[in-house]
């Protein structure tokens, strides 16, 4: 017996847990990467009537039903972002930071980002434009920092690159009270537009005013899929699959809003279960 998890299923909303209730029925050893919240998308959502047996439910209430029912079968989540999955041969490596999880499959259960990238968003990754603000803030010690949030969670982020960067711009995409901690956060309420450089970024540019920086971070609910996973097979901006919700990759499963569309609970749990179910038979098939 080694260390890895059987099964890592990356994402909290309702494809990745029904994805985790299928996989510990069939008492596998996973690991369930997401949120508190679950999900951004099911605690906004006003009110359900296509959840069968939950009409009218809201979404908030619907949370409350999921986390109940995780509770009851002793699934905990790992409030964990993962920044990248490689494919080591005959297991997955999954990392945080400088962490790695292993897990001979992984489900992918990261959901869809619905706004566009920036305008110099794609051009300047790398170079200047980054997803994972933790990651990368020991590059900008000293330096000017902007960070696009698009979720509350963004702010903690914000926070721990403050601690590093001189001066940091976070400019809210969402409404509500910030909870930023030091005296070098600015928050810009303005809409961005591009983001601009020459071999690496230099400034931001929004509606009203512009930014000079030295980096840009991010921050969204997912990230696009092909970006976390090297390799992985990606058609018009969603993860192909089969029927059996295989990725190209094998031990590598996909399910819910991240393989496309219609984009609705009771199609990503139903793919969340076929894929479980799917990842089980591939690991009794290496024994
Ligand atoms: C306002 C609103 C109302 C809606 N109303 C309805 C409705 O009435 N009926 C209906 O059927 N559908 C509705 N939907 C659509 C529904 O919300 C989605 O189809 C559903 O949530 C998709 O589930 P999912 O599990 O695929 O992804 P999501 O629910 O988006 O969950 C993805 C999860 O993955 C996590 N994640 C992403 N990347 C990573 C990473 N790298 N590491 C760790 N975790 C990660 C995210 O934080 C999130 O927790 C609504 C959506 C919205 C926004």
């Known amino acids: 017996m080694d260390n890895k998890y059987d099964i ?3 994402g909290s909303g309702p494809a990745g847990l029904s994805a985790a209730i299928n996989g510990k029925i069939r008492n596998k050893r996973i690991i369930v990467f997401g949120s508190k919240e679950l999900s951004n998308k099911v605690i906004k959502a006003p009110k359900v009537d296509n959840y069968l047996g939950f009409y009218g439910i809201t979404g908030a209430e619907m949370k409350k039903q999921f986390k109940k029912h995780i509770d009851a079968m002793g699934i ?12 080591m041969g005959d297991y997955y490596g999954l990392a945080v930071n400088e962490k790695i999880y ?19 968003e794609e051009e300047f ?3 200047g434009v980054g997803y994972c603000a933790t990651c990368d803030a020991p590059l900008y010690k000293g330096k000017i920092v902007t960070i696009i949030g698009y979720n ?3 702010e903690e982020e914000t926070n721990y690159v403050s601690e590093l960067a001189e001066k940091v711009y976070y400019v809210p995409m969402y409404r509500g009270a910030y909870d930023l901690k030091r005296g070098n956060i600015e928050v810009v309420s303005d809409r961005p537009i591009e983001i601009q450089g020459k071999d690496r970024v230099t400034k931001v540019v929004l509606k009203e005013r512009e930014i000079i920086t030295d980096g840009v971070f991010v921050l969204k609910d997912s ?5 976390l996973v090297p390799g992985l097979l990606v058609e018009n901006d969603h993860i192909k699959v089969d029927l059996n919700m295989q990725t190209n990759l094998s ?5 819910g809003d991240c393989t496309g569309k219609p984009y609705q609970y009771m199609r990503a749990a139903g793919q969340g279960q076929v894929a479980a179910l799917n990842a089980v038979s591939y690991l009794d098939s290496l024994k």
Not at 76 to 87: H, Q
Not at 105 to 118: H, R, S
Not at 251 to 255: D, T
Request: glycine content about 8%; hydrophobic content about 45%.
């Open 223 to 227: 990230v696009a899929p092909n970006q």
């Open 152 to 154: 509350k969670e963004a």
């Open 8 to 10: 890592a299923v990356v």
């Open 76 to 87: 905990k989540i790992t409030y964990e972002r993962i920044n990248a999955i490689y494919a």
């Open 102 to 120: 292993e897990a001979r499959t992984v489900i992918l259960a990261t959901g869809i980002e619905y706004t566009k990238p920036l305008r110099g």
């Open 125 to 127: 990754l790398g170079k």
């Open 251 to 255: 031990g590598c499963f996909a399910a």
